[in-house]
């Protein structure tokens, strides 16, 4: 098999080759380069201790001499060269207690998380594939090097991973492998909450979210989102819904384009239904409430998860107003984008849209085509350039101190009843017309 290494990578090997060394490109490169995918970043693993290869190369950066790693700088390019090595006991989950370098190109594989990510190239050997990832890449499968559990104890973040990298390439999580994530899950726990973030972010934006239930059946959630159990295990008996809320959840997020904010909003819209369940005496489940519960979970769960704050008041805004009725025309949809917010739009129609294909058939004509019209209206809005908040106004602030209204809070109501007529009357967004009637009728 050839991989058509980039050119620095090519020189770097080259010249530990030429020193006496060796050295490969490996891991997810590797595993990239065979499936048709442009590596985000290369790695290269070689024989050289840390010290020989800061001799080699005029650029380098100590990133992590203790774990055998130098960078190497090529202009602006960047490289991890790291040591052959065998990690030691591990007494956290995360950091091994020891490292040992070592000469031996197999057993640095065997400390790798997955067969697929344990595979090592270089154009004069060829592709090294010690532990069969080429055969589970063929599979289509996802499978520990060597011992699932001892893998798993190593980095228990790779329970996440496996379902992570079955989400993104689509394969199925091998039944040894599979039955040791089950026993381990718990050891989750020790993990930050800065690390399952950056593989629940994966998840989400892989063409295969819906192996987050894969992560429920395993028991992964309930160390990092334990309000998704819930959802699963709470069935709705409502004739807009077929799914349980879980269920529904995992359809939504399906049903959404790839960004994290929308993906996120779509996981955790209907998050507190279990909470707001009530049944009424026809056996009709319903869950009053559940919008701006959500939403308030939504930011427990992700500031929990340590999102930045940017997302978490996005996310807050879709989940709140996830499950507006909106009745048709221009006068309703300026209200609306001045309550919901002009930045939310059009992206709530996504929301929108993402929830109703996860219910029923249930008067699903009927809401697809009030969608159509609000989303008609929005345009005609947007396109006229109609004024739905303070922003828009014709008159701001100055305007009125110059005409006379002292600083202070008297500003902002006067303000705010010349936007409640325009968003009333469109035409009304005159600056003269507004100041006119404003300021005579506040003298």
Sequence with gaps: MKINLPKNVEKIINALYAAGYEAYAVGGCVRDSI??????????????????????????????????????????????????????????????????????LKEDLLRRDFTINAMAYNDTEGLVDIFGGMDDIDKKIIRCVGNAKERFTEDALRLLRAVR??????????????????????TLSKISAERIQAELNKILLSDNPAMLKTAYKLGLTKEFLPEIDKCFETDQHNPHHCYSVGDHIIKSVENIEKTKALRLSMLLHDIAKPVCLTTDEKGIDHFHGHQLKSADMSKEILRRLKYDNDTIDMVYKFVRYHDERLDEGTKIMRRAMNRIGVEAFPDIFKVWEADLLAQSDYQREEKFARLKKNREAYEEVTANNECVSLKDLAVSGKDLIEKGIPSGPKIGEI???MLEEVIENPKANDKEYLLNKYIRKND
């Design 35 to 104: 499936l048709g995918r442009v590596p985000n970043d290369w790695d290269i693993t070689t024989s050289a201790k840390p010290e020989e290869v800061k001799a080699i190369f005029k650029r380098t950066v100590d990133t992590g001499l203790k774990h055998g790693t130098v960078t190497v700088l090529f202009g602006k390019e960047m490289y991890e060269v790291t040591t052959y090595r065998i990690d030691g006991e591990y007494e956290d989950s995360r950091h091994p207690k020891s490292v040992e370098f070592t000469a031996n």
């Design 165 to 186: 990298f079955a989400a993104q390439l689509g394969y199925e999580i091998e039944s040894e492998t599979y039955e040791a994530i089950k026993e381990l899950a718990p």
């Design 415 to 417: 303000l705010n009843q």
